[in-house]
């Protein structure tokens, strides 16, 4: 089994809609999906708009309703295969944290950037010469996606690499963090399912 980590601040609004959208679009393959927040709001649901968001998505109903916040902690970052933060304040919390954890731990965004510039047949490659071990092929995966950090221009502004918070925000900030947040899962799925391809 490979395990996927997601991080935001509360774990109320961001990482639990990327956890469940990754759960829900991963549910075939042997992956554990799970969140928490630098500041998480222990034993609380999802926003209501999250869980909005989270239904428009085509998210698993009994996954929106399960969700519970989780602080995060150093002995979560032990575990995961790859942690996906949801903006560079929460990479950094999470490299303070677990400093081994640095090359596996990336913006959610910024993951997506990266893998964008990476051909599936690289990545199929780079995933089948590990072998048979799914975190192996996972971390090939990863090792080809950051491979080209230094290949391709950082954004323009470096604040493209964060999803905005939406909390106790308006409709539209949710609608825009689900804007950001959408494609770039969708990114982690194609580099996972690739990885796993046999």
Known sequence: MIEIMTVCTGN?????????MLATRLADLDVQVTSAGTYGLQGE???DETKRLAAQL???PALIEGHRATYLTEAHLRAPDLILAMSREHRRRIVELNPARLRSTLTLREFARLAAEVPDADIVGD????????????KAAIDAV???RGLTPPPADPADDDIVDPYRRSWET???TASQLAPAVEQVVR????????
């Open 12 to 20: 109320v609004c961001r990482s639990p809609l990327a956890a469940t």
């Open 45 to 47: 649901s999802m926003t």
């Open 58 to 60: 085509a998210v698993d």
């Open 127 to 138: 995933a089948s010469a590990a072998g048979d071990d799914d975190s192996r092929r996972l």
């Open 146 to 148: 950051t491979g080209v």
């Open 174 to 176: 949710y609608e825009l």
């Open 191 to 198: 580099v996972v399912r690739l990885a796993l391809t046999r």
